[in-house]
């Protein structure tokens, strides 16, 4: 059974800079597809980045420019850099994986990121 796992999240400063990683337990290359999601309080749930293997990254609007996603299947994990953080970056962050041999996307329990002076 694969499972996702999100870390790395935190209070920051604005301006700051912070990386979460989702570790996959479970054989990570059965995905065929992984991305980040955030979701802030009374908003709904928005994409991040989303990339299938051996693709670029694609990034939603609020983090072009800011915030690099990658993946290292020796490492079974993705990562999302996020750089010059703003307090509007404030929400949940999760992990996402979709693939083939799954019957739907796997969600990981999501890590805090709270932007704030």
């Known amino acids: 059974q694969v499972q996702l796992v999100e870390s790395g999240g935190g209070l920051v400063q604005p301006g700051g800079s912070l990386r979460l990683s989702c570790k996959v337990s479970?054989?990570?290359?059965?995905?065929?597809?992984m991305g980040w999601y955030r979701q802030a309080p009374g908003k709904q749930r928005e994409l991040v980045a989303t990339g299938h293997r051996h693709h670029p990254f694609i990034y939603g609007a609020p983090a072009q420019g800011r915030f690099s996603a990658s993946r290292d299947d020796g490492e079974s994990t993705i990562w999302l850099r996020m750089n010059s953080l703003k307090p509007e970056d404030t929400a949940t962050y999760y992990c996402?994986?979709?693939?083939?041999?799954?019957?739907?996307?796997?969600w990981g329990q999501g890590t805090q990121v709270t932007v704030s002076s």
């Open positions: 479970g054989d990570i290359t059965i995905l065929d597809t």
């Open positions: 996402k994986a979709e693939s083939r041999q799954l019957s739907g996307p796997l």
